[in-house]
């Protein structure tokens, strides 16, 4: 098979590797497309630490090639959407159904070879029989959206709430479109306006750039009140931490999502006088399902998100529209 190997920071060779073979308990998946995010981009450029070499890729979606013995939740022929994430199970957060939060967390594509190549074998564990009819692009998006679908539970939206998006990257304009079907309205806000029209197709009812200042006066002014009910924060950085608090009202709930690499400057005297609720969320536990079911019902749209598509031979020019400001989801196609 061929493989897009990371032996030192940028320095990725697609080669030819030997066809891997499941175990027991692992599933073979041929890959029909993998996806770069800031994680990625963050292994290559070498901001991560990695052991080398590595065959990249965490987002990732196929057809179950083989299984190997003791796997019944998945069989050859099968459309998936891998979990790259597997918690070792034994750990008191994993006892308590915290899997998400255990500290001996395995990802795939990152700690263990993954999805940047025509073959990965992962436990089987990882694979999500996905319904009929979901296209390699459409299911490409489950993994990101399974993040939002937490983070969106997390804050316990309800219909007719008003709600406001911090970030206008895959996962802001994913949270836009669930926090829609959950029938609340929706402010996007983003550190300028270059994607404020696709955010509007998305169904946002109304945007604000970081560029003309707080989007406080923005919240209060689709909520109609001291600021909106929830607020979910995608951009990933101190600044919009610190935005997200100043956008929602007294008794407000707060989810922060992005991961923040460097120390956030919060006020907190604001935080207790107007009791907001702050909660993190981080990636998922058991949301794939309802990722994949808002996928098939079309509430929401993966297509217009994926704005790059590259063969697996072209992984180092994929990487490059990664950093273009006019790229949202960046595709490789073994």
Not at 86 to 95: E, N, W
Not at 241 to 265: D, F, I, K
Request: aromatic share 4%.
């Amino acid at each position: 098979m061929k493989a897009a190997v990371l032996y030192a920071p940028k320095d990725l060779r697609v080669e030819t590797a030997r066809d891997p073979a499941p175990g027991a308990g692992e599933a073979l998946v041929r890959v029909r497309a993998a996806g770069l995010c800031g994680t990625d981009f963050r292994l290559w450029s070498g901001d991560r630490p990695a052991r080398y070499p590595l065959i990249m890729g965490h987002e990732f979606v196929g057809e179950v090639a083989a299984v190997g013995s003791g796997v019944e939740n998945v069989k050859p022929g099968d459309s998936v959407a891998v979990e790259p994430n597997y918690s070792c199970g034994t750990c008191p957060l994993c006892r308590e159904g915290n899997r998400n939060l255990c500290l001996s967390r395995t990802a795939v594509g990152i700690d263990v070879d993954g999805g940047l190549a025509e073959l990965a074998h992962i436990p089987a564990r990882c694979c999500w029989a996905a319904p009929a009819g979901l296209s390699p692009e459409q299911l490409l998006l489950t993994e990101p959206l399974a993040v939002v679908v937490r983070a969106v539970n997390r804050g316990a939206v309800r219909a007719g709430e008003t709600a406001a998006v911090l970030g206008t990257g895959t996962l802001g304009l994913l949270a836009v479109q669930v926090l829609k079907s959950r029938g609340a309205r929706v402010l996007a806000v983003s550190r300028s306006d270059r994607r404020f029209s696709l955010v509007r197709e998305l169904g946002a009812e109304a945007v604000h750039s970081l560029a003309a200042g707080s989007g406080a006066e923005a919240a209060r002014r689709l909520s109609g009140r001291e600021g909106v009910d929830v607020v979910v924060e995608t951009a990933g950085t101190p600044e919009a931490v610190a935005e997200a608090l100043g956008l929602g009202r007294p008794g407000g709930r707060v989810v922060l999502t992005g991961l923040p690499h460097e120390p956030s400057q919060v006020h907190f005297f604001g935080v207790v006088r107007r009791e907001l609720t702050i909660v993190g969320s981080m990636i998922y536990q058991d949301e794939f399902p309802e990722a994949m079911r808002l996928l098939k019902t079309g509430a929401v749209k993966a297509e217009p998100l994926v704005t790059h598509r590259f063969r697996l031979d072209a992984v180092g020019e994929a990487f490059s529209a990664h950093q273009s400001p006019a790229s949202i989801k960046v595709a490789v196609i073994p």
